[in-house]
Nanobody
Framework: QVQLVESGGGLVQAGDSLRLSCVASGRTFDNYAMGWFRQAPGKDREFVVAIAWNGRSTSYADSVKGRFAISRDNEKNTAYLQMNSLKPEDTAVYYC????????????????WGQGTQVTVSS
């Protein structure tokens, strides 16, 4: 049982940075992998990045490698998505997810989802 609340989205210009936060509540947070997905208007939800439950491995979509970074602070029950060099193509609703699967690039591996936070990047 995990509840996720995302924050940190906003309206920025291309090249700017944002840091998204995902605060989790629940007794088993430390045992969950964390992932970020995004969904743009008219598009399917797509994988962005994930981090293992112990933080020892990460996986990034090719489109965000070198620009985005995921991290987690288990003491604060929080996962972060640092987004740098934002592009208009990054505009989407970003969702935090928690799961105990192994193929963390798949949305079906996640059991819990946040409400989403809007990120809009203008040219």
């Amino acid at each position: 049982q995990v509840q996720l609340v995302e924050s940190g989205g906003g309206l920025v210009q291309a090249g700017d940075s944002l840091r998204l936060s995902c605060v989790a509540s629940g007794r088993t947070f430390d045992n969950y992998a964390m992932g970020w997905f995004r969904q743009a208007p008219g598009k399917d939800r797509e994988f962005v990045v994930a981090i293992a439950w112990n933080g020892r491995s990460t996986s990034y979509a090719d489109s965000v490698k070198g620009r985005f970074a995921i991290s987690r602070d288990n003491e604060k029950n929080t996962a972060y998505l640092q987004m740098n060099s934002l592009k208009p193509e990054d505009t989407a609703v970003y969702y935090c997810a928690a799961g105990r699967g192994f193929n963390l690039r798949r949305s079906t591996e996640y059991d819990y989802w946040g409400q989403g936070t809007q990120v809009t990047v203008s040219s």
